[in-house]
């Protein structure tokens, strides 16, 4: 029985890790960054921006992103992130910082090359698992947990309203063994847990219309193993403070956000997704703030003057 509540685990475990492994967000272009660290830099002011996402209620995923990333000098980038996801009886913090170095292609293009290390740590909440035996070996003891390195590598090409690049998240793709070690020797077997390399493509274009209204685009393709998912999204903006849009996943969701900016300095957007039937998986909320630490523009002094 003890071998067989094992082998349960594991197999619900390397279900979950072949496919996307990484958590998901809807409002990637507000918090870009997070998918791609050769965004940093591409900005002239550093921003804070925190993306919180609950996803199906209290059934799925539940992710907490904080980063902080801007332009340091005139061709270097520098950020940082933060973040917990947790699901079930598994759950997984982490953070890194980045560098990124820009070159000049042209007077108006630029590309970015850049490295994120940090760390991750797994943990199994044995609390949360159903035991067949009260007297189970395997259910006493404290949390199973695993730490490790990580690494992303990212490219970005970009100019004055449009960028595309590239990130490599989960560049090391280690091992992390939630169970047991053991189990595998005497199973004579290798471990399913592994942190594979994800392939992310981030893109956006920014049309201006007229003063008032611009038009954003943007995709986002995901690529693990067997698994790639294409995110669709348009975003109108009127007046540079109101936003609002609509975007599409190739599995089905689909999702409506809107968000406001006060002074061009602080941000706030909510995103609301709904995949297939809501009443059966419940819908997703996804929250995002920011602070844009930017220059005052030469209006806002003089108004602070009078």
């Known amino acids: 029985m003890k071998r067989l509540i094992i082998l349960l685990i594991t197999v619900s475990f390397s279900c979950t890790v072949k496919g996307q492994q990484l958590p998901q967000l809807t409002q990637y272009e507000q918090n870009n960054y997070a998918i791609n660290p050769a965004i940093a830099g591409m900005y002239d002011y550093y921003q804070v921006k925190t993306s919180v996402r609950n996803m199906w209620g209290d059934l799925g995923p539940k992710t907490t992103i ?18 917990s996801d947790s699901e079930g009886a598994t759950s997984r913090i982490g953070g890194n910082i980045s560098y990124s170095h820009h070159f000049s292609l ?7 090359l850049a490295l994120s290390a940090g760390f991750l740590q797994y943990r199994l909440v044995k609390d949360q698992l159903t035991w067949y035996q009260e007297d189970d070996p395997d259910a006493v003891g404290g949390d199973v947990v695993r730490a490790i390195p990580d690494a992303t590598f990212g490219i970005n090409t970009y100019g004055k309203n449009w960028y595309v690049g590239l990130s490599i998240p989960q560049l090391l793709s280690n091992n992390i063994d939630l169970i047991d070690r053991n189990f595998y020797e005497l199973q004579e077997t290798e471990s399913e847990g592994k942190l594979n390399r994800h392939y ?22 995901k690529s693990a193993t067997t698994d790639t998912q294409f995110d669709f999204g348009v975003k109108a903006t009127w007046n540079d403070k109101l936003w609002f849009g609509t975007g599409y996943r190739t599995n089905g969701q689909m999702s409506a956000l809107a968000g406001y900016s006060i002074q061009d300095r602080y941000i706030i957007g909510y995103s609301y997704d709904m995949l297939g039937d809501a009443s059966v998986l419940g819908a997703t909320h996804e929250f995002v703030l920011g602070i844009k630490f930017r220059s005052l523009k030469e209006k806002e002094i003089l108004k602070e003057k009078e």
């Open 66 to 83: 904080l980063s902080i990333y801007g332009k340091k000098g005139e061709n270097i980038g520098l950020g940082g992130m933060v973040y």
């Open 106 to 112: 042209s007077s108006d293009i630029k590309i970015a």
């Open 200 to 221: 992310y493509l981030l893109g956006a274009y920014n049309h201006v219309l007229n003063p008032f209204w611009s038009i954003e685009p943007s995709l986002l393709l």
